[in-house]
Protein backbone atom coordinates (compact mmCIF):
# COMPACT_ATOMS: atom_id res chain seq x y z
CA UNK A 1 0.00 0.00 0.00
CA UNK A 2 3.02 2.48 0.82
CA UNK A 3 4.09 1.67 -2.90
CA UNK A 4 1.51 2.41 -3.98
CA UNK A 5 0.89 5.95 -2.00
CA UNK A 6 4.75 6.85 -3.27
CA UNK A 7 3.79 5.99 -7.00
CA UNK A 8 0.33 8.24 -7.39
CA UNK A 9 2.17 11.50 -5.79
CA UNK A 10 3.17 12.77 -9.10
CA UNK A 11 3.54 16.51 -8.88
CA UNK A 12 0.04 18.13 -10.44
CA UNK A 13 -0.44 21.17 -12.72
CA UNK A 14 -2.01 23.15 -11.02
CA UNK A 15 -0.61 25.51 -7.81
CA UNK A 16 -1.15 28.99 -6.82
CA UNK A 17 1.04 31.29 -5.48
CA UNK A 18 -0.26 30.91 -2.30
CA UNK A 19 -0.24 26.97 -2.31
CA UNK A 20 2.02 26.98 0.89
CA UNK A 21 -0.34 29.00 2.74
CA UNK A 22 -3.57 27.09 1.67
CA UNK A 23 -1.59 24.32 2.93
CA UNK A 24 -0.88 25.23 6.20
CA UNK A 25 -4.67 25.54 6.22
CA UNK A 26 -5.27 21.86 5.10
CA UNK A 27 -2.82 20.67 7.11
CA UNK A 28 -4.19 22.51 10.46
CA UNK A 29 -7.40 20.93 9.43
CA UNK A 30 -5.85 17.38 9.61
CA UNK A 31 -4.57 17.65 12.54
CA UNK A 32 -7.59 18.83 14.13
CA UNK A 33 -8.64 14.96 13.84
CA UNK A 34 -5.86 13.36 16.47
CA UNK A 35 -3.90 10.43 15.28
CA UNK A 36 -3.58 7.59 17.69
CA UNK A 37 -3.64 4.43 14.98
CA UNK A 38 0.45 4.03 15.28
CA UNK A 39 -0.07 1.03 16.96
CA UNK A 40 -1.97 -0.44 14.11
CA UNK A 41 0.34 -2.30 11.26
CA UNK A 42 -0.03 -2.06 7.58
CA UNK A 43 -1.38 -5.66 7.55
CA UNK A 44 -4.06 -4.69 10.06
CA UNK A 45 -5.51 -1.66 8.69
CA UNK A 46 -6.06 -3.47 5.07
CA UNK A 47 -7.50 -5.43 6.95
CA UNK A 48 -9.61 -2.82 8.57
CA UNK A 49 -10.38 -1.28 5.15
CA UNK A 50 -11.96 -4.32 3.78
CA UNK A 51 -14.27 -4.59 6.54
CA UNK A 52 -15.24 -1.41 6.83
CA UNK A 53 -15.57 -0.91 3.41
CA UNK A 54 -17.89 -4.80 2.49
CA UNK A 55 -21.22 -2.93 3.35
CA UNK A 56 -20.94 0.11 1.16
CA UNK A 57 -19.64 -2.70 -0.97
CA UNK A 58 -23.71 -3.96 -0.57
CA UNK A 59 -25.00 -0.63 -0.56
CA UNK A 60 -23.86 0.41 -4.10
CA UNK A 61 -24.72 -2.85 -5.65
CA UNK A 62 -28.19 -2.82 -4.76
CA UNK A 63 -28.25 0.84 -5.91
CA UNK A 64 -26.66 0.28 -9.24
CA UNK A 65 -29.09 -2.51 -10.25
CA UNK A 66 -32.28 -0.62 -9.23
CA UNK A 67 -30.67 1.94 -11.52
CA UNK A 68 -29.91 -0.42 -14.19
CA UNK A 69 -33.06 -2.59 -14.04
CA UNK A 70 -35.11 0.66 -14.25
CA UNK A 71 -37.02 -0.19 -17.23
CA UNK A 72 -37.45 -4.03 -15.81
CA UNK A 73 -38.38 -2.96 -12.54
CA UNK A 74 -40.79 -0.25 -13.76
CA UNK A 75 -42.47 -3.33 -15.75
CA UNK A 76 -42.82 -5.11 -12.73
CA UNK A 77 -43.67 -3.08 -9.98
CA UNK A 78 -45.46 0.07 -12.08
CA UNK A 79 -47.40 -0.26 -14.84
CA UNK A 80 -48.54 2.58 -16.37
CA UNK A 81 -50.57 3.89 -19.80
CA UNK A 82 -46.92 5.18 -20.81
CA UNK A 83 -43.02 3.95 -20.74
CA UNK A 84 -42.48 7.44 -19.68
CA UNK A 85 -44.77 7.30 -16.98
CA UNK A 86 -43.75 4.17 -15.44
CA UNK A 87 -40.01 4.78 -16.11
CA UNK A 88 -40.51 7.99 -13.94
CA UNK A 89 -42.65 6.61 -11.21
CA UNK A 90 -39.54 3.79 -10.85
CA UNK A 91 -36.83 6.66 -10.50
CA UNK A 92 -39.37 8.77 -8.53
CA UNK A 93 -39.43 5.75 -6.08
CA UNK A 94 -35.58 5.18 -6.24
CA UNK A 95 -35.26 8.98 -5.64
CA UNK A 96 -37.47 8.49 -2.34
CA UNK A 97 -34.59 6.29 -0.69
CA UNK A 98 -32.23 9.03 -0.92
CA UNK A 99 -35.23 11.42 1.23
CA UNK A 100 -34.69 9.02 4.20
CA UNK A 101 -31.00 9.92 4.11
CA UNK A 102 -30.92 13.06 6.20
CA UNK A 103 -32.92 11.09 8.96
CA UNK A 104 -30.80 8.47 8.79
CA UNK A 105 -28.32 10.46 9.23
CA UNK A 106 -29.13 12.19 12.06
CA UNK A 107 -30.64 9.64 13.60
CA UNK A 108 -27.93 6.84 13.15
CA UNK A 109 -25.54 9.06 12.59
CA UNK A 110 -25.97 10.42 16.49
CA UNK A 111 -26.15 6.78 17.58
CA UNK A 112 -22.75 6.16 15.87
CA UNK A 113 -21.06 9.28 17.06
CA UNK A 114 -22.51 7.80 20.75
CA UNK A 115 -22.17 4.09 20.67
CA UNK A 116 -18.94 3.94 18.52
CA UNK A 117 -18.13 3.08 15.13
CA UNK A 118 -18.27 -0.48 15.46
CA UNK A 119 -21.52 -0.98 16.86
CA UNK A 120 -23.33 1.82 14.61
CA UNK A 121 -21.94 0.46 11.46
CA UNK A 122 -23.36 -3.35 12.46
CA UNK A 123 -26.43 -1.90 13.00
CA UNK A 124 -26.70 0.18 9.44
CA UNK A 125 -25.43 -2.78 7.82
CA UNK A 126 -28.69 -4.74 9.19
CA UNK A 127 -31.18 -2.21 8.58
CA UNK A 128 -29.77 -2.35 4.48
CA UNK A 129 -30.35 -5.91 4.56
CA UNK A 130 -33.61 -5.82 5.75
CA UNK A 131 -34.88 -3.76 2.73
CA UNK A 132 -33.04 -5.94 -0.26
CA UNK A 133 -34.41 -9.03 1.17
CA UNK A 134 -37.38 -7.12 0.99
CA UNK A 135 -37.28 -5.83 -2.46
CA UNK A 136 -36.06 -8.95 -3.88
CA UNK A 137 -39.00 -11.36 -2.05
CA UNK A 138 -41.71 -8.97 -3.45
CA UNK A 139 -44.23 -10.81 -6.45
CA UNK A 140 -45.45 -8.42 -9.13
CA UNK A 141 -47.86 -5.91 -9.67
CA UNK A 142 -50.30 -8.59 -11.95
CA UNK A 143 -50.00 -11.03 -8.30
CA UNK A 144 -50.34 -8.22 -5.64
CA UNK A 145 -51.55 -5.43 -7.09
CA UNK A 146 -50.55 -2.15 -5.14
CA UNK A 147 -48.96 -3.89 -2.50
CA UNK A 148 -45.90 -4.54 -5.23
CA UNK A 149 -44.91 -1.26 -5.50
CA UNK A 150 -46.26 -0.15 -1.59
CA UNK A 151 -43.44 -2.57 -0.39
CA UNK A 152 -40.86 -1.78 -3.17
CA UNK A 153 -40.98 1.56 -1.66
CA UNK A 154 -41.02 0.75 1.66
CA UNK A 155 -38.02 -1.20 0.71
CA UNK A 156 -36.06 1.39 -0.75
CA UNK A 157 -37.10 3.67 2.76
CA UNK A 158 -35.26 1.38 4.79
CA UNK A 159 -32.14 0.70 2.80
CA UNK A 160 -31.90 4.86 2.38
CA UNK A 161 -32.14 5.34 5.86
CA UNK A 162 -29.35 2.99 6.62
CA UNK A 163 -27.25 4.42 3.96
CA UNK A 164 -27.96 7.76 5.03
CA UNK A 165 -25.11 6.83 7.85
CA UNK A 166 -23.32 4.04 6.68
CA UNK A 167 -21.36 6.55 4.32
CA UNK A 168 -20.17 8.81 6.94
CA UNK A 169 -19.55 5.89 9.13
CA UNK A 170 -17.13 4.28 7.17
CA UNK A 171 -15.71 7.34 5.75
CA UNK A 172 -15.08 8.74 9.51
CA UNK A 173 -13.74 5.20 10.24
CA UNK A 174 -11.16 5.09 7.78
CA UNK A 175 -9.92 8.75 8.56
CA UNK A 176 -9.54 7.55 12.13
CA UNK A 177 -7.40 4.87 11.55
CA UNK A 178 -5.19 6.57 8.60
CA UNK A 179 -1.57 7.54 9.09
CA UNK A 180 -0.74 10.67 9.25
CA UNK A 181 -0.95 12.34 5.94
CA UNK A 182 -2.40 10.10 4.02
CA UNK A 183 -6.06 10.58 4.82
CA UNK A 184 -7.26 11.30 1.90
CA UNK A 185 -5.51 8.18 0.37
CA UNK A 186 -7.26 6.00 2.81
CA UNK A 187 -10.69 7.68 3.14
CA UNK A 188 -11.01 7.20 -1.24
CA UNK A 189 -11.35 3.03 -0.67
CA UNK A 190 -14.81 4.10 0.70
CA UNK A 191 -15.50 4.86 -2.65
CA UNK A 192 -13.12 2.70 -3.73
CA UNK A 193 -15.62 0.23 -2.59
CA UNK A 194 -18.49 1.36 -4.46
CA UNK A 195 -16.71 0.80 -8.11
CA UNK A 196 -16.25 -2.52 -7.13
CA UNK A 197 -19.75 -2.95 -6.51
CA UNK A 198 -20.42 -1.72 -9.77
CA UNK A 199 -17.98 -3.38 -11.69
CA UNK A 200 -19.51 -6.98 -10.17
CA UNK A 201 -23.00 -5.60 -10.87
CA UNK A 202 -22.30 -4.58 -14.31
CA UNK A 203 -20.41 -7.94 -15.40
CA UNK A 204 -23.23 -9.99 -13.90
CA UNK A 205 -25.45 -7.64 -16.01
CA UNK A 206 -23.65 -8.23 -18.97
CA UNK A 207 -23.10 -12.06 -18.07
CA UNK A 208 -27.37 -12.07 -18.02
CA UNK A 209 -27.58 -10.31 -21.31
CA UNK A 210 -25.14 -12.69 -23.29
CA UNK A 211 -27.43 -15.74 -21.33
CA UNK A 212 -30.54 -15.09 -21.18
CA UNK A 213 -33.34 -13.66 -23.95
CA UNK A 214 -34.66 -10.11 -22.88
CA UNK A 215 -38.23 -11.41 -22.54
CA UNK A 216 -37.29 -14.13 -19.44
CA UNK A 217 -34.67 -10.99 -17.82
CA UNK A 218 -37.89 -8.53 -18.22
CA UNK A 219 -39.70 -11.81 -16.14
CA UNK A 220 -37.25 -13.06 -13.63
CA UNK A 221 -34.08 -12.30 -14.29
CA UNK A 222 -33.30 -9.01 -13.29
CA UNK A 223 -34.18 -10.46 -9.64
CA UNK A 224 -30.82 -12.61 -10.22
CA UNK A 225 -28.39 -10.07 -9.10
CA UNK A 226 -30.37 -8.64 -6.18
CA UNK A 227 -30.44 -12.31 -4.82
CA UNK A 228 -26.64 -12.15 -5.33
CA UNK A 229 -26.22 -9.49 -2.72
CA UNK A 230 -28.99 -11.35 -0.32
CA UNK A 231 -26.46 -14.09 -0.54
CA UNK A 232 -23.57 -12.48 0.61
CA UNK A 233 -25.17 -10.45 3.44
CA UNK A 234 -23.99 -13.07 5.84
CA UNK A 235 -20.51 -12.92 4.82
CA UNK A 236 -20.58 -9.24 4.67
CA UNK A 237 -21.61 -9.48 8.69
CA UNK A 238 -19.14 -11.36 9.47
CA UNK A 239 -16.59 -9.17 8.43
CA UNK A 240 -18.37 -6.32 9.63
CA UNK A 241 -18.48 -8.37 13.13
CA UNK A 242 -14.67 -8.44 13.25
CA UNK A 243 -14.18 -4.99 12.98
CA UNK A 244 -12.46 -3.26 15.70
CA UNK A 245 -13.21 0.16 17.14
CA UNK A 246 -10.98 3.03 16.44
CA UNK A 247 -8.19 4.36 19.00
CA UNK A 248 -9.32 7.42 18.87
CA UNK A 249 -12.94 7.13 19.65
CA UNK A 250 -11.75 5.01 22.20
CA UNK A 251 -9.15 7.37 23.45
CA UNK A 252 -12.27 10.42 23.63
CA UNK A 253 -13.07 10.41 27.23
CA UNK A 254 -16.86 12.51 26.78
CA UNK A 255 -18.83 11.28 24.14
CA UNK A 256 -21.58 13.38 23.51
CA UNK A 257 -25.59 12.14 24.32
CA UNK A 258 -27.74 12.02 21.23
CA UNK A 259 -29.79 14.91 22.29
CA UNK A 260 -26.30 16.93 22.44
CA UNK A 261 -25.23 15.67 19.21
CA UNK A 262 -28.43 17.36 17.64
CA UNK A 263 -27.52 20.59 19.04
CA UNK A 264 -24.01 20.84 18.29
CA UNK A 265 -25.28 19.88 14.52
CA UNK A 266 -27.65 22.89 14.91
CA UNK A 267 -24.87 24.82 16.67
CA UNK A 268 -22.92 24.67 13.20
CA UNK A 269 -25.66 24.05 10.82
CA UNK A 270 -22.86 26.49 8.07
CA UNK A 271 -20.88 23.83 8.37
CA UNK A 272 -23.33 21.22 7.22
CA UNK A 273 -25.35 23.34 4.71
CA UNK A 274 -22.23 24.08 2.74
CA UNK A 275 -20.29 20.63 3.52
CA UNK A 276 -23.83 19.61 1.30
CA UNK A 277 -23.15 22.00 -1.03
CA UNK A 278 -19.63 20.55 -1.45
CA UNK A 279 -20.86 17.30 -1.94
CA UNK A 280 -23.35 18.11 -4.54
CA UNK A 281 -20.40 17.68 -7.18
CA UNK A 282 -19.20 14.15 -6.40
CA UNK A 283 -22.96 13.12 -5.72
CA UNK A 284 -24.50 14.37 -9.17
CA UNK A 285 -21.08 13.41 -11.36
CA UNK A 286 -21.16 9.51 -9.63
CA UNK A 287 -25.03 9.47 -10.27
CA UNK A 288 -24.91 10.44 -14.02
CA UNK A 289 -22.11 8.30 -14.91
CA UNK A 290 -22.98 5.29 -13.24
CA UNK A 291 -26.57 5.32 -12.32
CA UNK A 292 -28.07 6.55 -15.03
CA UNK A 293 -25.48 6.31 -17.66
CA UNK A 294 -27.20 2.59 -18.89
CA UNK A 295 -30.46 4.14 -18.99
CA UNK A 296 -29.68 6.93 -20.90
CA UNK A 297 -27.32 4.67 -22.99
CA UNK A 298 -30.23 2.06 -24.13
CA UNK A 299 -33.63 4.54 -24.06
CA UNK A 300 -31.90 8.29 -25.43
CA UNK A 301 -28.84 6.92 -27.26
CA UNK A 302 -30.27 3.70 -28.61
CA UNK A 303 -27.71 1.59 -27.44
CA UNK A 304 -27.29 -2.14 -27.04
CA UNK A 305 -27.74 -3.18 -23.24
CA UNK A 306 -24.40 -5.13 -23.74
CA UNK A 307 -22.68 -1.73 -24.82
CA UNK A 308 -24.57 0.32 -21.89
CA UNK A 309 -23.28 -2.05 -19.25
CA UNK A 310 -19.81 -2.60 -20.72
CA UNK A 311 -19.11 1.13 -20.68
CA UNK A 312 -20.45 1.54 -17.14
CA UNK A 313 -17.50 -1.22 -16.28
CA UNK A 314 -15.18 0.12 -17.61
CA UNK A 315 -16.46 3.59 -16.32
CA UNK A 316 -15.91 2.01 -12.93
CA UNK A 317 -12.40 0.94 -13.31
CA UNK A 318 -11.62 3.97 -14.03
CA UNK A 319 -12.95 5.98 -11.26
CA UNK A 320 -11.05 3.14 -8.98
CA UNK A 321 -8.05 4.11 -10.29
CA UNK A 322 -8.45 8.08 -10.02
CA UNK A 323 -10.07 8.22 -6.63
CA UNK A 324 -6.65 6.59 -4.56
CA UNK A 325 -4.90 9.33 -7.20
CA UNK A 326 -7.52 12.17 -6.19
CA UNK A 327 -7.07 11.04 -2.46
CA UNK A 328 -2.55 10.93 -2.74
CA UNK A 329 -2.54 14.01 -4.35
CA UNK A 330 -4.92 15.86 -1.71
CA UNK A 331 -2.92 14.89 1.02
CA UNK A 332 0.49 16.04 -0.98
CA UNK A 333 -1.07 19.35 -1.92
CA UNK A 334 -4.03 20.05 0.11
CA UNK A 335 -7.15 19.28 -0.59
CA UNK A 336 -8.53 22.89 -1.94
CA UNK A 337 -6.38 23.12 -5.10
CA UNK A 338 -7.88 19.57 -6.22
CA UNK A 339 -11.54 20.08 -5.45
CA UNK A 340 -11.41 24.05 -7.02
CA UNK A 341 -9.15 22.32 -10.26
CA UNK A 342 -12.13 19.77 -10.81
CA UNK A 343 -15.30 22.12 -10.38
CA UNK A 344 -14.05 24.37 -13.09
CA UNK A 345 -13.37 21.51 -15.33
CA UNK A 346 -16.81 20.13 -15.10
CA UNK A 347 -18.74 23.78 -15.48
CA UNK A 348 -15.85 23.98 -18.86
CA UNK A 349 -16.84 20.89 -20.09
CA UNK A 350 -19.91 19.03 -18.71
CA UNK A 351 -22.36 19.98 -21.77
CA UNK A 352 -20.20 20.12 -24.14
CA UNK A 353 -18.83 17.06 -23.86
CA UNK A 354 -22.58 15.89 -23.52
CA UNK A 355 -23.53 17.25 -26.50
CA UNK A 356 -20.36 15.87 -28.49
CA UNK A 357 -22.15 12.15 -27.53
CA UNK A 358 -26.00 13.41 -28.18
CA UNK A 359 -24.91 14.25 -31.82
CA UNK A 360 -22.71 11.27 -32.56
CA UNK A 361 -24.03 8.44 -30.62
CA UNK A 362 -22.07 5.54 -30.54
CA UNK A 363 -20.08 3.12 -28.06
CA UNK A 364 -16.74 5.08 -28.18
CA UNK A 365 -17.60 8.19 -28.13
CA UNK A 366 -20.00 7.39 -24.98
CA UNK A 367 -16.86 5.68 -23.37
CA UNK A 368 -15.05 8.64 -23.78
CA UNK A 369 -17.25 11.43 -22.52
CA UNK A 370 -17.87 8.92 -19.53
CA UNK A 371 -14.50 8.31 -18.75
CA UNK A 372 -13.62 12.18 -18.64
CA UNK A 373 -16.68 12.77 -16.58
CA UNK A 374 -15.16 10.12 -14.74
CA UNK A 375 -11.74 11.65 -14.30
CA UNK A 376 -13.58 14.79 -12.86
CA UNK A 377 -15.76 12.81 -10.19
CA UNK A 378 -12.74 10.18 -9.04
CA UNK A 379 -9.87 13.67 -8.58
CA UNK A 380 -12.67 15.37 -6.88
CA UNK A 381 -14.33 12.67 -4.90
CA UNK A 382 -10.86 11.57 -3.83
CA UNK A 383 -9.93 14.86 -2.17
CA UNK A 384 -13.69 15.63 -0.80
CA UNK A 385 -14.16 13.01 1.46
CA UNK A 386 -11.01 13.62 4.06
CA UNK A 387 -12.53 17.27 3.29
CA UNK A 388 -15.98 16.59 4.56
CA UNK A 389 -14.21 14.44 7.96
CA UNK A 390 -11.89 17.12 8.54
CA UNK A 391 -14.23 20.32 8.45
CA UNK A 392 -16.97 18.27 11.23
CA UNK A 393 -16.71 19.31 14.76
CA UNK A 394 -14.98 16.01 16.16
CA UNK A 395 -17.90 14.88 18.52
CA UNK A 396 -20.29 14.82 15.53
CA UNK A 397 -18.28 13.70 13.14
CA UNK A 398 -20.08 11.00 12.28
CA UNK A 399 -23.97 13.00 12.33
CA UNK A 400 -22.03 16.26 10.49
CA UNK A 401 -20.46 14.42 7.75
CA UNK A 402 -23.42 11.86 7.16
CA UNK A 403 -26.18 15.03 7.45
CA UNK A 404 -24.25 17.07 4.94
CA UNK A 405 -23.67 14.00 2.54
CA UNK A 406 -27.27 13.24 2.66
CA UNK A 407 -28.65 16.40 1.87
CA UNK A 408 -26.81 16.42 -0.82
CA UNK A 409 -27.30 13.22 -2.49
CA UNK A 410 -31.37 13.91 -1.64
CA UNK A 411 -31.31 16.55 -3.38
CA UNK A 412 -28.77 16.78 -6.45
CA UNK A 413 -27.38 13.06 -6.66
CA UNK A 414 -30.40 10.50 -5.85
CA UNK A 415 -32.82 12.69 -8.16
CA UNK A 416 -30.67 12.85 -10.66
CA UNK A 417 -31.73 10.44 -13.20
CA UNK A 418 -35.35 12.32 -12.63
CA UNK A 419 -34.37 15.47 -13.72
CA UNK A 420 -32.07 14.01 -15.90
CA UNK A 421 -35.39 12.31 -17.92
CA UNK A 422 -37.04 15.43 -17.56
CA UNK A 423 -34.99 17.86 -18.72
CA UNK A 424 -34.60 15.81 -21.69
CA UNK A 425 -38.00 14.90 -22.30
CA UNK A 426 -39.12 18.54 -22.15
CA UNK A 427 -36.37 20.45 -23.52
CA UNK A 428 -35.74 17.64 -26.39
CA UNK A 429 -31.94 18.53 -25.52
CA UNK A 430 -30.23 14.86 -25.39
CA UNK A 431 -27.27 16.66 -23.50
CA UNK A 432 -29.04 18.59 -20.78
CA UNK A 433 -27.81 16.78 -17.76
CA UNK A 434 -25.05 18.71 -18.65
CA UNK A 435 -26.47 21.58 -17.45
CA UNK A 436 -27.45 19.75 -13.89
CA UNK A 437 -23.85 19.05 -13.50
CA UNK A 438 -22.70 22.45 -14.19
CA UNK A 439 -24.77 23.73 -11.42
CA UNK A 440 -24.12 20.66 -9.05
CA UNK A 441 -20.24 22.17 -9.80
CA UNK A 442 -20.83 25.88 -8.63
CA UNK A 443 -22.37 24.67 -5.84
CA UNK A 444 -19.06 22.49 -5.17
CA UNK A 445 -16.69 25.96 -6.20
CA UNK A 446 -18.69 28.37 -3.77
CA UNK A 447 -18.79 25.57 -1.07
CA UNK A 448 -14.89 24.92 -1.26
CA UNK A 449 -14.36 28.53 -1.51
CA UNK A 450 -16.57 29.68 1.52
CA UNK A 451 -15.16 26.37 3.87
CA UNK A 452 -11.83 27.34 3.49
CA UNK A 453 -12.03 31.12 3.57
CA UNK A 454 -13.74 30.10 7.03
CA UNK A 455 -11.05 27.70 8.03
CA UNK A 456 -8.36 30.14 7.55
CA UNK A 457 -10.39 33.07 9.42
CA UNK A 458 -11.33 30.59 12.40
CA UNK A 459 -7.15 30.12 12.86
CA UNK A 460 -5.68 33.67 12.59
CA UNK A 461 -8.43 34.11 15.04
CA UNK A 462 -7.26 31.20 17.00
CA UNK A 463 -3.35 32.00 17.41
Not at 90 to 105: D, E, N, S
Not at 307 to 317: G, N
Not at 322 to 328: D, K, N, R, S
Not at 442 to 455: E, K
Request: aromatic share 12%; with cysteine; net charge positive.
Amino acid sequence: MDAFITLISFPVLFQSSATGARQRVDNKLETCMHSTTSLMSTRDRIGAILRVTSGNFLEQFDFFLFGFYATYIAHTFFPASSEFASLMMTFAVFGAGFLMRPIGAIVLGAYIDKVGRRKGLIVTLSIMATGTFLIVLIPSYQTIGLWAPLLVLIGRLLQGFSAGAELGGVSVYLAEIATPGRKGFYTSWQSGSQQVAIMVAAAMGFALNAVLEQSAISDWGWRIPFVFGCLIVPFIFILRRKLEETQEFTARRHHLAMRQVFATLLANWQVVIAGMMMVAMTTTAFYLITVYAPTFGKKVLMLSASDSLLVTLLVAISNFFWLPVGGALSDRFGRRPVLIAMTLLALATAWPALTLLANAPSFLMMLSVLLWLSFIYGMYNGAMIPALTEIMPAEVRVAGFSLAYSLATAVFGGFTPVISTALIEYTGDKASPGYWMSFAAICGLLATCYLYRRSAVALQTAR
